[in-house]
């Protein structure tokens, strides 16, 4: 049943690729910290470094060819954490 | 032969009956899935982390930035770098296994294994600096420096020392199938431990792309 998702095999220069862009994101992330952009650097960072672990999970994590279940439930684990994260920070800057 | 035995001997079905072999599969979605859940319980523990940084870098920002300014931005970009190239090779090491190219994945294991270790020493080198400096939780200059001081690098301890952790067990498992695909055990039809260690691999890099900008890169 999983057969089509067990046998897609990403290419070596698939891979090479996507750690290029891990490195070159890397590189931004550094040099856009040394400017300073006030509030905006924080931001900035988090979501380069969300680009980068979304590389991360669909290429070397293969998610992106894994089954449905697999899936849905990374993104509702993703789902809860965001939900403690706000929950948390809708209670910090109320006090 | 057997048939003609059969014929002469015992009854056909009997004969049949005892040579029936049991097919065991495997369910390699069930393994897999099995995996994942394990590292769902990883993401909460380190995100409840992140969240205790977030909720103590509003309050103290400004000690934030200073301890941020302390560590090393570059041992840390070296560090990124190192697990983002080990992350390729394990993910590379499966590929040539499911290619049944042993040798190509024995090497590019060995390369992911020495990437973990250079990792480790780097954070060894790193946090003897910052002991020699009196930075360490209790030490007296953090004492004098504040709570703000001492939360961030309490965190700082903390959390890349869990990690660090986390990368003792991922290099053990990344060895643990080196060996594995010497003996034979793990092959183009079987590789689930491997893809395993692969997944719990790439789950501490993953982890580390957000220690990175927290801690580093805060202005």
């Known amino acids: 049943m999983d057969d089509g998702h067990q046998n897609h095999v990403l290419s070596y220069s698939k891979l090479a690729l996507v750690l290029g862009i891990l490195i070159g994101l890397t590189s931004i992330t550094v040099i856009v910290s040394r400017i300073d952009l006030g509030v905006l650097n924080i931001w900035i960072a988090i979501m380069i470094a969300a680009i980068k672990s979304s590389f991360v999970l669909l290429f070397f994590m293969h998610l992106k060819y894994e089954s449905k279940l697999v899936r849905i439930s990374v993104v509702g684990t993703i789902g809860c954490l965001t939900m403690l994260i706000g929950f948390i920070f809708w209670d910090i800057s109320f006090r | ?219």
Do not use: C
């Open chain 2, 1 to 219: 032969m057997i048939l003609r035995k059969s014929r002469t001997n015992a009854p056909l079905s009997l004969k049949v009956q005892s040579k029936a072999v049991v097919k065991t599969s495997i369910d390699k979605q069930g393994v897999k899935l099995g995996m994942w859940l394990f590292l769902y319980t990883e993401i909460m523990l380190f995100g409840g982390m992140f969240v205790l940084y977030a909720a103590y870098y509003t309050r103290y920002t400004s000690d934030f930035i200073e301890g941020g300014k302390i560590l090393d931005l570059w041992m840390g970009t070296l560090n990124t770098v190192i697990l983002l190239s080990s992350s390729f090779t394990v993910a590379a090491a499966i590929m040539a296994i499911r290619r049944s190219s042993k040798k190509t994945a024995l090497v590019l294991l060995a390369i992911s294994i020495f990437f973990g270790l250079l990792f480790l020493f780097n954070k060894y080198v790193e946090w003897g600096h910052k002991f020699e400096a009196d930075i360490y939780p209790g030490s007296s200059t953090l004492e004098a420096a504040g709570y703000g001081s001492s939360m961030f690098f309490g965190l700082y301890y903390v959390i890349t020392g869990l990690h660090g952790l986390h990368i003792v067990i991922g290099v053990t498992l990344l060895s643990i199938s080196f060996v594995f695909i010497l003996m034979g055990r793990i092959h183009a039809e079987r590789f689930a431990i491997l893809e395993n260690s692969g997944l719990y691999w790439h789950l501490v890099d993953l982890i580390w792309i957000f220690i990175f900008p927290l801690f580093y890169l805060i202005l």
